[in-house]
DNA sequence: CATTAAAATTTACGCGCGTAAACTTTAGTT
DNA sequence: AACTAAAGTTTACGCGCGTAAATTTTAATG
């Protein structure tokens, strides 16, 4: 009892017994049909799985179903995370989600722009790279395809901008870290390949002014994307050398805290709240990890819900509007504390 | 100095002064034409940023140039970081890698499935959910599709299965953990998502009774990929219950023993190899977060190069036989042993 | 029943490219 | 210079579908 093999729109027209432009119809809008053809032309469906093929439709299309996401580096969690939930809103949407991750490859990131410009994507969602972006050619994209940038904003980034309120967020981490303790020192990379890295340095120094402490800020050396490499072997050279003015470290991100916090345990150093622990540490993002680590880490977390929400919402607004604002409107959605055990 | 606007083939052939079957031929492949004629071409390509509209490529061709990637859950590091290797090796052999996540779920690896046949890709490479997974819908695909299964095999899975040696893993890791202490207890779920864990379980067993010893198994109950959650949970619940009959747990999956360290720890179970260590915890996966846990996690090395790269060259041969040999191949690569500080 | 708007059909063209066949030019050999 | 195979050109058709325009059918309303 095999299912009749269907190959073309035609044919399925024909076994269903509508004229193929109505089928054409139904596919690009089943609203747009009679709901009595519809529900005729979804029995047929179920009795020979057609689809129909994904390059004829886009080809003679105006507006594709695409929606291109692209992420510096789809190993990190953090952007798996984000991928996970943005696809699964883009397929509610009636869309079809292209995943693509840089690698942390500027070139490559150059190279999945131009992928998705050869498929004429209905819009595209894009965390930058930051700091090693080809900036003049993602402005170039943006200019041609409805683009929202989420995560990271390089100041070029497309029509709308939706990331994470990182000055607020460092903000109420210093607050509780001061409040329950002592001021903390600031742990980041010399060269973070995430322009966020930035704007959490500045609002750290900031903040610590006016709350009338002197910042700190410690460096780590190296390069690329392998940050709990980096966080363990910098944080550790750091711990051995005494080079933290306090006893309180707040990492800049929490990928960096989870080579910290191996760093430590390495070294006998207890990290914790109670009285008997030598060291605080805190993070940022809330990774999915950092529930995990030992002890569990103190960080600030993305909305990531809607962070991810609005960042759909927003392409969607702006694949329907069509003609572009060009305001740049710029969304952040504040961070929430995350108490756990290491600070 | 705008770069000339190239919108179809026809333009570009009159640009670069060839007829437009002499651009096709090149584009599908560079070697096809002269030395002369591709240096040309390339020049021309240089001066205004053409590219072949990839739905109108694919559109009458016989074989397209796309891999599809199919990965059970690509949160999850290790699946991550097997893409990564995968995507970047396609994209080395000229194919244009589709990177699929089912996020858990059976019916979106079928309709992953669906949408790949679809765009009738030259080949599959899939890790398929396993347990969960429609056995018949997949084994129909493969028929239609040269496809590659790797990590997970369910024995339906095409042509060829490149995958990890479970078995010798096992028997590694236990050899060493039985040298250098004692018989190891087997922690992992009841009903584990992937198909890897029965084959390491019944590993386990046959490999301590071979050895002499009495197999302990404890199965962790709750569903799904939160792994770590679950190792921590029904880890901590263990330990509190004195389940485990010596002082020595081999966990199934690296992320299991994540959960499980972050347990022990929270309890205050020192985890290690020296004397005043109450545990020692082993893990399997050599995932990447391993080597940055507290301790940093003794565990069994998948052969991510070995795999990804057989993986890729198996489904290229299947691509370029396009006879379907049908002999259902199966090739495991040897796990390594990674001693760290927990065991 | 007549009226009318909505829905479906028929017809026809086009998207950008792959590809095959027949022909012409080019490059490399004797 | 004559020959030959390789490379390029011309011509022509087709892929599977989107889409527009004109026409016919259907369903809803008074």
Redesign the interface.
């Known amino acids: 009892m095999r299912k009749p093999k269907i190959q073309n729109m035609e044919e399925f027209a024909e076994f269903s017994g509508f004229s193929r432009p109505t089928i054409s119809k139904y596919f690009n809008d089943p609203q747009s049909v009679r709901s009595r053809t519809r529900d005729k032309i979804e029995e047929s469906l179920a009795k020979c ?1 057609y ?9 003679n299309r105006k507006l594709t179903k695409n929606v291109g996401i692209v992420v510096p580096y ?4 953090f952007f ?2 984000m ?2 939930r943005i ?2 809103l883009v397929i509610a949407a009636g869309f ?1 989600p ?4 840089s ?1 942390g490859d500027p070139a490559l990131e150059i190279d999945n722009l ?2 998705l ?4 994507p209905a819009g595209v969602l894009i965390a930058p790279l930051g700091r090693t972006s080809d900036r003049a050619a993602i402005e170039a994209f943006c200019a041609d395809v409805p683009t929202v940038s989420f995560d990271a904003n390089i100041e070029v980034t497309g029509e709308a901008f939706v990331g994470h309120n990182n000055a607020q967020a460092i903000e109420v981490m210093l607050e509780y870290l001061v409040r329950s303790g002592e001021p903390p020192v600031f742990f980041e990379m010399r060269n973070p390949p995430n322009p966020n890295a930035n704007k959490r340095r500045n609002a750290y120094i900031e903040t610590m002014e006016l709350m009338g402490h002197t910042p700190h800020v410690i460096q780590a050396e190296g390069e690329g994307w392998s940050l ?2 980096i966080g ?1 072997r910098e944080g550790r050279k750091a711990l051995v050398d005494k080079a933290f003015a306090t006893g309180t470290i707040f990492c800049s991100n929490d990928r960096l805290a ?2 910290f ?2 760093a430590a ?2 070294l006998g150093l207890r990290v914790g709240l109670s009285e008997d622990c030598a060291l605080r540490v805190a993070g940022h993002d809330n990774h ?2 950092s ?6 880490l103190t960080t600030v977390s993305h909305d990531y819900e809607a962070i991810t929400a609005r960042s759909v919402k927003m392409l969607l607004e702006l694949i329907n509007k069509d003609e572009r604002s060009g305001t740049g409107t710029t969304i952040l959605f504040d961070g929430k504390l995350i108490m756990r ?1 290491s600070a």
Chains 1, 2 share one sequence.
């Open positions: 799985d689809r129909p093929n994904i390059f004829a439709i886009n080809q789809l190993a990190d969690p798996a995370e991928a996970r696809e699964t079809q292209i995943l693509l991750s690698h131009a992928s410009r050869s498929i004429k709990e490499e363990f989870i080579g916090l191996a345990y390495e999915p990890f529930s995990f680590t030992c002890p569990t055990a």
